[in-house]
């Protein structure tokens, strides 16, 4: 466990010896602080979290044992989607599972980062919520589908924004990340997702709801039912094992806690003021990405069904554009309530990290390198 603490103190590090670079408006009235755009940083980055997912050892990650196996009996033939079928054969081509893991983890660092490069004002501190949110270690176990995820979150400016052509461009997106897994299909959601504010009215009232389902299988059983309906052949690939789409993880109210805790951050978010137009942020992305939040937020309702939890993987990672953007906002605001509410928000998030590797809930613990 203490390579995930020394990895997240070296970025605090990082954090505090960054430069901070201030840039005056064309009004010359305000000035933007917190701004940190460093390639070379970004590139340092990428490599270490590189190295630590793609060496890792066979039992970092309670599913990654599984994708060993598909190598060494050349299981994958026939049996999953064409881009990670394609770098199997590769791996298979020179003898070494590294190839695979290397070429797998390097595809989903570098969606990523490029999203962060693109979209993001202050690289440290997205990379720092892409590590501390445990996106990062999602990828542990669910590498196929952290690819897919990756390359929807590079390209959801395309689908926040309100340009025809755009949309038709996230489409073909949509079809690229189905090469590495199937559940891609599920994001042509993101479509319909309002690109307007959602009223605290209407949030707040369906968080308690979400709340009060959370607590009854019965429902969540129900609309498992109808997930296999519509699910097509995602839901014929696991048809067999009826508990990918019903009830089978049991989740109390101590699993809640951190959930309710994200509520009221985004309820407080929701009557924060229209952010400063000079301020180096894409407020139609904040925007969307709130609303993706705050979905997968509501998607706790149906806590404990597997094929849900797979669909919020796609929502909680809009974490990071989510909470980059709000820091940013509130760091430049500089008053004393809005920095409390910083440090308020970065304390929660790395308590949440620490807990969750605590009860090493990905089984992640303990880290060792190499098979």
């Known amino acids: 466990m203490l390579i995930y603490f020394i990895l997240t103190i070296a970025m605090l590090y990082c954090l505090f010896l960054s430069r901070i670079t201030i ?37 970092v990650g309670v599913d990654y044992p599984m994708y060993i196996s598909f190598f060494m009996h050349k299981t994958y033939i026939g049996l999953l989607e064409p881009g990670i ?14 190839v695979f893991s290397t070429i797998i983890y390097s595809l989903f660092l570098l969606f990523i980062f490029y999203a962060v490069k693109k979209n993001t004002p202050n690289y440290l501190i997205s990379i720092f919520l892409f590590i501390i ?9 669910q590498v196929r589908q952290l690819v897919a995820v990756s390359i929807i979150f590079c390209f959801a400016h395309l689908v926040s924004s309100e340009k025809r052509l755009d949309r038709l461009k996230y489409i073909f997106v949509i079809l690229i990340a189905m090469l590495f897994h199937d559940s891609a299909i599920f994001m042509f959601v993101l479509i319909v997702i309002p690109r307007k504010q959602w009223s605290p009215k209407l949030v707040i009232p369906l968080f308690f709801v979400t709340i009060v389902l959370y607590f009854l299988p019965s429902v969540k059983n129900s609309i498992g039912e109808l997930l296999i309906s519509i699910a097509g052949s995602y839901g014929e690939k696991y048809a067999s094992g009826y508990v990918f789409f019903g009830v089978n993880k049991e989740k109390g109210f101590i699993q809640l806690i951190p959930v309710m805790i994200q509520m009221i951050i985004v309820s407080i978010a929701l009557y924060i003021p229209k952010f400063n137009e000079h301020l180096n942020i894409n407020y139609k992305l904040y925007i969307f990405s709130m609303n993706a939040v705050i979905i997968n937020l509501w998607l706790y309702a149906l806590a404990g069904i597997e094929a849900i939890d797979r669909l919020q993987i796609y929502f909680s990672c809009f974490n990071i554009y989510f909470y980059a953007y709000l820091i940013h906002h509130l760091l430049n605001k500089k008053k004393l309530l809005d920095q409390l509410f910083v440090f308020l928000i970065i304390a929660f998030w790395i308590l949440y990290y620490v807990l969750r590797l605590l009860i090493n809930v990905h089984g992640i613990v303990p880290y060792s390198f190499l098979i």
């Open 23 to 59: 840039i005056n408006d064309a009004i010359g009235d305000r000035n933007e602080g917190f701004l940190f755009k460093n390639n070379g940083v970004l590139l340092i980055w990428y490599m270490i979290l590189l190295f630590l997912a793609a060496f890792k050892g066979a039992e």
């Open 133 to 141: 949110m445990h996106i990062y270690f999602n990828s542990f176990n």
């Open 85 to 98: 079928s394609y770098i199997y054969h590769l791996a298979d081509k020179y003898n070494s599972f590294y």
